[in-house]
């Protein structure tokens, strides 16, 4: 059982800056891949960033493609998302999920842990 619980989450301007954590409670975690989702209301959780077991391989959504950047520190069991020039579209919960393979994938359905979420909001 892995357990995980993101923070980080917050309230910025239009054109701002966060940096999400997500602190995962079982060393193996570092051969899980690891990704990135969220959900805003009335919409699907939508696939954001993902990073491999190693961190030499991380795919993006294209809509936070060059503005978010996912990466992994595998001696503290956690994952980072920090995102940069935010928007407003980019208001939701955000969410951190383990993945049951190694390599990354963006495939909700392979995720079988999540945190419990942290909300982003981002004003105009």
């Known amino acids: 059982q892995v357990q995980l619980v993101e923070s980080g989450g917050g309230l910025v301007q239009a054109g701002g800056s966060l940096r999400l954590s997500c602190a995962a409670s079982r060393r193996t975690f570092s051969s899980n891949a690891m990704g990135w989702f969220r959900q805003a209301p009335g919409k699907e959780r939508e696939f954001v960033a993902v990073?491999?077991?190693?961190?030499?391989?991380?795919y993006y959504a294209d809509s936070v493609q060059g503005r978010f950047t996912i990466s992994r520190d595998n001696a503290k069991n956690t994952v980072y998302l920090q995102m940069n020039s935010l928007q407003p579209e980019d208001s939701a919960v955000y969410y951190c999920?383990?993945?049951?393979?190694?390599?990354?994938?963006?495939?909700?359905?392979?995720?079988?842990?999540w945190g419990q979420g942290t909300q982003v909001t981002v004003s105009s």
């Open positions: 999920a383990a993945s049951t393979y190694s390599s990354a994938t963006s495939y909700l359905n392979n995720y079988v842990y």
């Open positions: 990073i491999n077991w190693k961190g030499g391989t991380t």
